[in-house]
C-alpha cells in the first residue's frame, strides 16, 4: 500500500504531537512548574552557566529566567553566586537536590523512551532514523534559516 505525502505527515505530526503531550503530562507529575524539568536538564548538562547563557540555552528571555530560578533556588535545587570575575554575572548550578531531581527524571525518560520502542526492532529503528536523517537534510537545505540552532545533525537535547 503506498502511502502519500500528506498521509505520512499526518501521521508523523499526530505521533509527535501525542508524544509530546504524553511526556509532558508525565514529566508534569514530578515537577512543581511547567519546564521545571528541561532547565534541570540543561543545568545538569552545563554546569556553572550564567543566567543570561542560561535563558539562551532554554530559549527563554533573560528577564524571565529569574523568576524560574527563584523557585527553583526556593525548591533547594540549584544555587546561585556572583561570578568572581564580574560580579554582574550571576552563575547557577544544580544543588545534590538538584542532581538526584535530574537522575530521577533522566531514568523516567528511559523507562518511557524502552516502553515505546520494545517492539520495535532494531532494524526498524535505524530505517526510521535514517529517514529521519534524509528529512532534516532536505529541511536544513531548503529551510535552514529558519531552523532552530540547538539541532545537530536531526538531534534535539
Known sequence: ?????????????????????IAQ???????????????IF?????????QRELATLARVKPGSISEVLERLEK???????????????????LTAKGQQMHLKNLRA????????????????????????QKIHREMTTH???LMPKHCKDGEKD
Open 1 to 21: 500500500m503506498e502511502i502519500t505525502d500528506d498521509q505520512f505527515f499526518k501521521q508523523l505530526y499526530c505521533v509527535i504531537g501525542e508524544l509530546h503531550q
Open 25 to 39: 503530562t508525565q514529566l508534569a507529575k514530578q515537577a512543581t512548574f511547567r519546564g521545571q524539568g528541561r532547565l
Open 42 to 50: 540543561l543545568l545538569a548538562n552545563n554546569e556553572g552557566v550564567s
Open 75 to 93: 525548591d533547594q535545587l540549584v544555587e546561585r553566586w556572583r561570578d568572581q570575575q564580574d560580579r554582574r554575572i550571576v552563575r547557577v548550578k
Open 109 to 132: 525518560r528511559q523507562e518511557f523512551e524502552r516502553q515505546l520502542l520494545r517492539n520495535v526492532s532494531a532494524t526498524e529503528r535505524a530505517a526510521f532514523v535514517q529517514v529521519l
Open 143 to 145: 529551510y535552514g534559516e
